[in-house]
């Protein structure tokens, strides 16, 4: 974590003015102190003189210099006192290197007061469950509408602020139209509204907002919200960034806010849909939530870092989206500023440690999306009966190959690895090494004398006996084969029939191993040892003196290039008929026809595979081990999955699961998310949240501007709208707060430039798909055809030029071309490049905020991209009138709803003429836009409107 933004962000924070009267409170007056100055060094991280701000019973104890570092009630005794009085510089602190100017004098009278009060602590606020703030008293009871606004009014006339007037109708229609469902109004639904204002407003209000939350276009507006967070993008990301077929999952989150699904449902079927015990259709697509992580497909890469890499993701991703906690800052150690011990971090990623994905270039696993919905419910099923058929059909012969007796480890008469370069050496104890260089198709053979062989035993062994180094390149059999030599020469196969799982884990079955098409051992990495049971047809004794040849072959790659080839091993023989006659029984050849016809029933549903959360399962759990100091290759000690105390973790019986974080999450022992969500939302209607930093509400971030206010919404949201996102927006743009008139005061410019404490309405820039949108809507183009695979809207030449692949950006035809800037086709390595330009982000990881930039690439865009001119050529088309005037005066209002001032037209006018008169010296420029320089100087001044202040805000 940079020191430099933190500090930036706490020169923000001064500790109150406190009256003499008043008790000291340490997160208001004594916190912002500590970690401005103190907790650089004496924080999480760094321990300075053994001491640490962090924790109250580390700042009560004592120092390296053995004395106590604060004696609650006694500040003449704590070193503290004495260390930020003194003038010595080898003793001040903080120390004058770091921070030239000592504490100002009211903050060491503070810290003085707080310790004679008796030192008393308090978690960081957000770490403290909210609590419904008292309803305020106010001067202008007639400004509220709600309680919300009541909470705003109170902090503003403490600040001697009064709020604005209401917005004039067509100021608050056009806000209210593209927040909630990011388009602009049309003028005919203007009309409709103006006519409802006449009779009664309030209620013309209400209505215009019951209409846009129904609307299909809300989902799509508030996708784009959490499609950030979700980091998601149509490509895998990294160097190749090649295509990855995951847009149902954008499908169904515009669906799910449509319906208006609670945000409790919806966080559950994005962490856990795999693990509902009653999944409903779409479930899985839901969890693909977590395979939005990047994928490295580059050759030579290590599969097990960039999973890795991608289960890490999946922890910040979760801290950060729903509790916008710095949480990935303990990956490498203790949290700087806030109380989170370094083993915490671990003991959270050991919740998505045990997934099945593992950075396969074929994203494994996956699940269908339906190309008939219709069909999804039983595209689901049988996904999930197909995978616990082949479970079921593993466990019932596996408890008969942990019974089967009569084992002899194999001991060689001979061992050789196929390639010149390698070599195979039994050990005394009977365990093979492989040495030398063994390429990806070697084969080892073994040559033992001939016995009566029921079951072959191969057990996989790591190389070193430490589970805390247990993970290697992966070992993969994927063909074993055995012939019995006769004395002769003669060879005769030993057929085998099947092959016996220790567990069934990862893409390769292992039965493949003899009927074709599979492996067994651990892939792409080897995480424990392994055992497989290769059962023979038959069992029969071989003629004295003959030799089985044992051909253990290998023909699978771990990271493109290694060969997953065995390193160590060993191999048993056992006579026992059990199995073979297990596996040779009618009713085992059923239970396999059975399996083979879920396949068939599969296989027959159309759809569009995409990669989706799958839990291990309980035999194939990965060990989640502590990293020392972040790095992956030195592992420490054993981790439980386990959710942080300091924010409500539960305590129950049994391995917690994903559901279960999924469960606190968004339950009332958590006192981050209805927070985080609420101060989200509203910072997407009034364009900046209670809490500025809205990725971070820990104590390197900035405080909320009116806590109250924050809280009352954060328990509106989650116990009195049951996290409903929809009621709860109604309540906010229907507010006094949400209606003002986005004029502002000296006044209010002075005390709430950030418009932070809604002095006034909101005004902000139009998002980087409202600008697209808007084009589109006004030019009469836009279609409303929704869901489906990305598309391809025009983009400037040689902007997209894919290595590796030679994708091509096909640019789409038909009403494609015009579809919401939703549907884009999202590159992580290369951007729609009006959405980059208007601050979207690339997607890499997740998005809390947006921040706006204003730079003249954007007035480039939307004056030159010819996504644009192509809009503009279509919306000066639909500027009808009499004359140019009119048809100028019909085209601003078209944007703004309103009539055009005289100035405005007069100035519209002047540029429309300057630009036919070059147009008419220059034909060919002209035809360009339209067919006579009249129609291409009125596609200028749409052009020009498109790129007008008062279109790009709202």
Known sequence: MSRFLVSLLLLQITPSRVSAEEPVDFNRDIRPILTKNCTTCHGGVKQAGETSFIYREEALGQGKSGKTIVVPGDPAASELMHRVKSSDPDERMPPPKEHPHPLEPQQVALLERWIKEGAKWGEHWSFQKPVEPPVPAVKNAAWPKTDLDRHVLAKLEAEKLSPMPEAPPAEWFRRVTLDLTGLPPTLEEWDAFQKGVAVNPQAAMEAAVDLLLASPQFGERWAAMWLDLARYSDTTGFEKDPHRDIWPFRDWVIRALNADMPFDEFTRKQLAGDLLENPEPGDLIASAFHRNTQNNTEGGTDDEEYRTAAVMDRVNTTWTAWNATTFGCIQCHSHPYDPFPHDD?????????????????????????????????????????????????????????????????????????????????????????????????????????????????????????????????????????????????????????????????????????????????????????????????????????????????????????????????????????????????????????????????????????????????????????????????????????????????????????????????????????????????????????????????????????????????????????????????????????????????????????????????????????????????????????????????????????????????????????????????????????????????????????????????????????????????????RMEGANVEERLARGYKMLTLQDAPPPVVATLAKLHADARADYEKSPAESAKLAPTPDEAALVLVANTLLNSDIALTR
């Open 345 to 877: 971090y671990y003991k959270f990623m050991a919740f998505f440690d045990n997934s099945e994905d593992s950075d396969l270039n074929n994203e494994f696993p996956k699940s269908k999306a339906a190309n008939d919905p219709a069909q999804q419910a039983d595209a689901q099923r049988l996904e999930k009966d197909i995978r616990t058929n082949r479970e079921e059909l593993n466990e019932a012969a596996l408890a008969l190959a942990k019974e089967t007796t009569g084992w002899q480890t194999v001991k060689a008469d001979s061992a050789a690895a196929s390639a010149d370069t390698g070599k195979l050496e039994q050990q005394p104890d009977g365990v093979f090494l492989a040495g030398g260089t063994n390429p990806t198709a070697t084969v080892f053979t073994v040559t033992v004398p001939a016995s009566r062989l029921g079951v072959l035993r191969l057990d996989i062994l790591p190389m070193s006996d430490d589970p805390a180094k247990w993970s290697e390149f992966g070992a993969v059999v994927t063909k074993l084969e055995i012939d019995r030599i006769l004395p002769d020469g003669t060879r005769q196969p030993v057929k085998l029939k099947e092959v016996v799982s220790d567990f069934i884990a990862g893409p390769l079955d292992p039965n493949g191993v003899v009927q074709g098409g599979g492996g067994f051992g651990d892939y792409p990495v080897l995480r424990s040892p392994r055992t497989g049971w290769f059962v023979a047809e038959k069992v029969e004794d071989s003629p004295p003196d003959s030799k089985f040849e044992i051909r253990l072959k290998h023909g699978v790659t771990c990271n493109e290039t290694q060969g997953c080839v065995m390193r160590k091993f060993r191999l048993a023989v056992s006579p026992d008929e059990r199995l073979t006659n297990f596996v040779m029984s009618p009713e085992r050849a059923s239970a396999w026809i059975a399996h083979g016809q879920l396949k068939q029933s599969y296989n027959a549903i159309q759809g569009t595979m995409i990669p989706v959360m799958q839990e291990r399962l309980p035999d194939a759990t990965r060990d989640t081990r502590v990293f020392i100091r972040g790095n992956r290759m030195t592992k420490e000690k054993s981790v439980q999955p386990a959710i942080p105390a300091l924010t409500g973790g539960p305590k129950k019986d049994g391995r917690l699961t994903r559901l279960d974080v999924a469960t606190w999450l968004t339950g009332p022992e958590n006192p981050l998310a209805a927070r985080v969500l609420a101060n989200r939302l509203w910072a997407e209607l009034f364009g900046i949240g209670i809490v500025e930093t809205q990725e971070d509400f820990g104590s390197s971030g900035l405080p909320p501007a009116d806590q109250p206010l924050l809280d009352h919404l954060a328990l509106r949201l989650r116990d009195q709208h049951h996290w409903h996102l929809k009621p709860f927006l109604r309540e906010l743009v229907l507010s006094a707060s949400y209606r003002q008139s986005s004029k502002a005061t000296p006044e209010a410019l002075q005390r709430d430039p950030k418009n932070q404490l809604a002095s006034r309405g909101p005004r902000q820039r139009l998002s980087a798909e409202m600008v697209r949108d808007q084009a589109l809507l006004v030019s009469g183009l836009l279609s409303h055809k929704q869901f489906g695979k990305p598309v391809y809207p025009p983009q400037p030449e040689g902007v997209w030029k894919s290595v590796y692949s030679g994708a091509k950006w096909d640019t789409s035809q038909g009403e494609d071309r015009y579809r919401r800037a939703l549907y884009t086709y999202s590159k992580r390595t290369s951007g729609y490049p009006a959405f980059l330009t208007f601050d979207a982000p690339t997607r890499d990881v997740c998005s809390a905020r947006r921040i706006s930039t204003n730079t003249p690439l954007q007035a480039l865009v939307t004056l030159n991209d010819p996504a644009y001119i192509e809009l503009a050529q279509a919306f000066a088309k």
